[in-house]
């Protein structure tokens, strides 16, 4: 029995690797001059699928033909380009007057891979490609100007805006002498990365209803893999579609969009995410959410990468629309509403990831580092577990004491076919011994499997919580949420894991021994591109386990030595051959 859990629990990571291997594979590079006319026909598509309905925004900036149209003189606007600062508590943000978009949003709290503030805005997009709050209609000469004329800027002072201990409001506003009038509001919140956005456009006196696009996401690369590194790759979401309806979180990677690009519903949220940051409309109401995936090259090597651009169309002009964009940090995304913490991707163990991470803050409170939190937790977990396993334990070491007199019985019905009838009195016999010895052959399994939700939500935990990314332990282990760069604590890992299934109580052949003996090189192999605190985790959780075994071994004693009288009767032929057992056992 217990070999059937060893392989249970090996399968079950098993499926967990390949998973996060082949249904979240990184961005498939693409040569990047394909990028624009897959995104044009795209739109196109689109734009065709909802020409009988309420207008849809185009998603591609004016045609050159259309730009070189002369624009009308402007009215409302300043004497060139300029950019204006906004500081919150968390978040750096820079805006241009050129369209009134954002340029940049650094988070203070959180670094990039070369120590400066993580921007979630990507940095070396194509310039035809939407920034963040453009503005999309369904004629692309408006589109156009929308975006590139110069709006006149109140709410700053010199260029900077203060919204570090309250909220502060930030308005542009164009016109031109065509009629076309544009108004953008942006309300700052002090510290939950929350900016407010309301946006009006009139031509001609008449209202138009834009779509908001969020350009490229999420991030350069430093938002991606939580630090950077290649070895992370199977480790680390890419970013993907993210919307809640109905009560139920869809997730939908970039490979999947060209089926359906469009989705169209009452959103709670709906936005871009990765693996640990989140850029979403919150409680948007009813509106159409259109995704489209674009691939770019990572600035200073040959590889790409994948990022989504999003547009949002509402029902009405947007007002007073919330935009979360920040990191996906259970208790603030909480504060925000209760249902985006369902962005951060537990899984089904879910409900036990949430209090281990709360116990897991609790202890870092006091330790003040996470690497030392893990190895607290991972004892308290496997002391709270430990009459489980070592019921599990005795259970296995009665097994292996029965496994003389099981092979005994098997071998005298070796020869009979597993339809034959006669098979059944081999089946009483083997339960008449299991009575008589007060063993029963689920008890080493069940104990082990009650523990398995458990370990797989702590494995959720320490893969998907932005509390390890950019975490100390110390020494060499730098970053929590990376791989070991010297792939020692997997080293140290396979080798215990080596360690506990020798020692471990088996009933197994000496075969299927050795084919068992083959998992801790495999786990080790597979744990090589782990984030280091879930390998952290899993050599303290195996050095417990090898101790407890120890210790139920002193518990209880050595395993008696047993012998098996010889059987008197000759192995049962089958019932089919003209002999009965009784008679072969008087002969």
């Not at 949220?269 to 979403?280: E, W």
């Not at 395993?559 to 089958?574: G, I, M």
């Amino acid at each position: 029995m217990e070999r059937r859990v060893l392989i249970a629990v090996f399968l079950s990571f098993l499926v967990l690797y390949g998973y996060q291997t082949f249904f979240v594979p990184p961005a498939q590079p693409q040569p990047a001059s394909t990028a624009q006319p897959a995104a044009a026909a795209s739109a196109t598509t689109a734009a065709s699928a909802a020409a009988g309905a309420a207008a849809t925004p185009a998603t591609q900036p004016a045609s050159p033909a259309s730009a070189e149209a002369p624009a009308p003189a402007a009215v409302t606007t300043e004497a060139g380009e300029r950019t204006i600062v906004v500081n919150t508590a968390t978040v750096e943000a820079t805006l241009s007057n050129q369209g009134g978009r954002v340029l940049s949003w650094r988070l203070k709290d959180y670094k990039d891979d070369r120590g400066e503030p993580l921007d979630l805005v990507p940095s070396n997009v194509p310039a035809t490609e939407p920034k963040p709050f453009s503005l999309q209609v369904n004629d692309d000469q408006i589109t156009n100007r929308l975006n590139s004329a110069i709006y006149r800027v109140s709410g700053d002072a010199g260029g900077r805006v203060d919204a570090t201990k309250s909220a502060a409001t930030l308005v542009f506003e164009f016109e031109d002498a065509s009629g076309l009038h544009a108004r953008k509001e942006f309300r700052f919140e002090p510290s939950d990365y929350i900016v407010s956005f309301s946006a009006a456009v009139t031509n001609s006196g008449t209202a138009l209803n834009p779509s908001v696009a969020w350009g490229p996401g999420l991030g350069d690369v430093g938002a991606t893999s939580g630090g950077g590194s290649f070895f992370t790759g199977n480790y680390v979401q890419p970013p993907q579609a993210i919307y809640h309806r109905e009560g139920k979180v869809e997730r939908i990677a970039a490979g999947e969009l060209a089926e359906a690009p469009a989705h169209e519903g009452q959103f709670r949220f709906v936005g871009i995410d990765d693996h640990y940051f989140l850029a979403a409309a919150v409680n948007p109401g009813q509106a159409r959410a259109e995704f489209r995936p674009l691939t770019l090259p990572i600035p200073g090597t040959d590889t790409q990468r994948q990022l989504l651009a999003q547009t949002l169309r509402f029902q009405q002009p947007p007002q007073n629309i919330r935009f979360f964009v920040g990191p996906k940090q259970f208790e603030l995304l909480k504060t925000v509403d209760a249902e985006l913490v369902r962005a951060i991707n537990y899984g089904m163990f879910g409900f036990l990831a949430v209090p281990l991470l709360s116990a897991l803050k609790w202890i870092f409170a006091f330790v003040g580092n996470y690497g030392w939190s893990i190895i607290v937790l991972t004892i308290l977990i496997n002391m709270a577990i430990f009459p489980l396993r070592h019921k599990s334990v005795v259970s296995m070491r009665k097994m292996q004491q029965l496994q003389p007199q099981l092979k005994a019985i098997q071998d005298r019905y070796a020869g009979l076919k597993v339809t034959d009838p006669a098979r059944q009195k081999m089946n009483t016999e083997v339960m008449n011994l299991y009575r008589e010895r007060g063993v029963n052959p689920a008890s080493g399994c069940v104990p082990m499997l009650l523990t398995l939700p458990v370990l797989f939500a702590f494995y959720s935990l320490l893969s998907q919580s932005i509390e390890l990314r950019g975490a100390s332990f110390g020494l060499w282990l730098h970053d929590l949420s990376v791989p070991d760069p010297y792939y020692i604590t997997p080293i140290m890992m396979g080798a215990t894991m080596f360690w506990q299934q020798k020692i471990t109580p088996t009933s197994a052949d000496p075969a299927q021994q050795k084919i068992m003996m083959f998992m801790p090189l495999m786990f080790s192999f597979m744990f090589l591109r782990a984030p280091s605190g879930l390998v952290v985790y899993w050599f303290i959780s195996n050095l417990w386990a090898i101790g407890q075994q120890y210790f139920t071994n002193w518990w209880i004693g050595p395993a008696p030595v047993q012998t098996v009288r010889p059987p008197a009767e000759r192995k049962v032929k089958s019932v089919g051959a003209g002999r009965t057992p009784e008679a072969d056992g008087k002969a």
